[in-house]
């Protein structure tokens, strides 16, 4: 099970927020650095996100994410404001392993289609959700009432094998993942899930490594790791 830490980028520094939108706080302004760090300390994958093209549906850190591909020597997945063919080629073609689609596959089927037709296993899906309905554009607003479920198994019909689930009213609140919806979409849908959102403790790793056998792949942690609540180190003995 991988253990990911997240570098999410706003006007080109490493950023946290509470459910996506509040409390912003800066960790660094040399994401580069910052992700460096996480490699030292044991990553073998990192999470970036453009939070600037979540919001705006246009990447502004590409050459960020662009430079941390090409100068670090783990895969690094980067997602944030991809909506168009060309710049999710364009990012791959800059050494990113795998681009994380979230409000475009929602809203475009025939684009999600596409892109996994061309791209396979580098496109993953980000599902987002808030009390069970799929969240789109920066998670401020829903998607047509689309059931999170119901998305999922969609995926699944597509040829999707793993995809990544956020709880929005848990990320960045350090209150724990939301297990029970977790094992709710393991169980109903037989994807391989990478759980993010609310990681708080060593527990919660623990808690979350116990259904790796039912399909719990990865754990995205951000927050935790940045307010030192564990090390990656300590966090890694749970991979």
Not at 96 to 110: F, M, N, Q, S, W
Not at 130 to 152: I, S
């Amino acid at each position: 099970m991988l253990i990911i830490p997240a570098i999410d980028l706003q006007d080109g520094c490493v950023v946290r927020f509470v459910q996506g939108r509040s409390n912003k706080k800066i960790y660094s302004r040399d994401p580069l650095k910052a992700a460096k760090y996480w490699v030292k300390q044991g990553a073998k994958f990192l999470h970036v996100v453009d939070l600037d093209g979540a919001f705006t549906g246009i990447p502004k850190n590409l050459e960020i994410v662009k430079e941390i591909a090409g100068k670090i020597k783990v895969p690094v997945e980067f997602g944030g404001g991809l909506r168009k063919l060309k710049t999710v080629n364009a990012v791959l073609s800059a050494g990113v392993a795998r681009v994380i689609l979230g409000t475009k596959a929602v809203e475009d089927k025939d684009f999600l289609k596409k892109a996994l037709s061309k791209f396979k296993d580098k496109v993953i899906v980000g599902v987002d959700a808030k009390n069970g309905k799929v969240m789109v554009r920066g998670w401020k607003t829903g998607h047509n009432n689309t059931d999170a479920v119901h998305f999922c198994l969609y995926l699944k019909k597509l040829g999707f094998k793993e995809l990544i689930y956020t709880d929005t009213l848990k990320d960045g609140t350090l209150s724990g993942p939301n297990i029970k919806e977790i094992k709710k979409l393991l169980k109903l849908t037989g994807l391989k899930i990478i759980a993010s959102g609310g990681i708080s403790s060593l527990e919660d790793l623990h808690k979350l490594k116990t259904l790796e056998k039912d399909g719990v792949s990865g754990i995205i942690v951000g927050k935790a790791l940045y307010e030192g609540k564990f090390t990656l180190p300590q966090a890694l003995k749970f991979s």
